[in-house]
Structures are given as C-alpha cells and as structure tokens.
C-alpha cells in the first residue's frame, strides 16, 4: 500500500476516533425506553436483505432504523444501536 493510502486510512481512522470521542463525553440518554425499542428493532432487521430494482447488491432492513434513529436519538444512541 501506498503512502496516500496509508494517510488517508488514517485520516479517516482519526477523524472517526474524535468523533466518538466527542460523542461519548457528552452522551446522555434521554428516553432508555426509545433506544431499546430502536437498538431491538435494528438488530431483529440486521439479517433482513431485500433487492432494489436497478441497483445492484442487496439492502439491509435495518437501514431503515439506522435512518430513523439519526434523527430520533441522539448521536452516541445511533452508534450503539445494532447495525
């Protein structure tokens, strides 16, 4: 591998690294009840796939609570969820 690779790679490792950080220093959960509903439901769709006509590959169900809970919980409730 490349030196661009290699910085780029790292780029985004430390980039993801302050953001959880970030995210875990100021986490408090608002509704425990709302993230368990949403980190069950994520997990229980985890292994659902479905096609998308015209797009290659499959999708996973649980990308609609992925969705869903981007903007219902907060930041670090999102990255816990099950995905």
């Given at each position: 591998m490349?030196?661009?690779?290699?910085?780029?790679?790292?780029l985004?490792?430390?980039?993801?690294?302050?953001?959880?950080?970030?995210?875990?220093?100021?986490?408090?959960?608002?509704?425990?009840?709302?993230?368990?509903?949403?980190?069950?439901?994520?997990?229980?769709?985890?292994f659902?796939?479905?096609?998308i006509p015209?797009?290659e590959?499959?999708?996973?169900?649980?990308?609609?609570?992925?969705m869903?809970?981007?903007?219902?919980?907060?930041g670090m409730?999102?990255?816990l969820s099950?995905?």
């Amino acid at each position: 591998m490349n030196w661009k690779s290699r910085g780029y790679i790292l780029l985004i490792l430390l980039g993801g690294a302050s953001v959880l950080t970030e995210l875990s220093l100021h986490w408090k959960c608002e509704n425990p009840m709302r993230f368990a509903i949403f980190a069950a439901l994520a997990f229980a769709t985890g292994f659902w796939r479905f096609r998308i006509p015209g797009m290659e590959g499959t999708l996973s169900a649980s990308f609609l609570f992925v969705m869903i809970s981007m903007v219902q919980l907060s930041g670090m409730e999102t990255l816990l969820s099950p995905a």
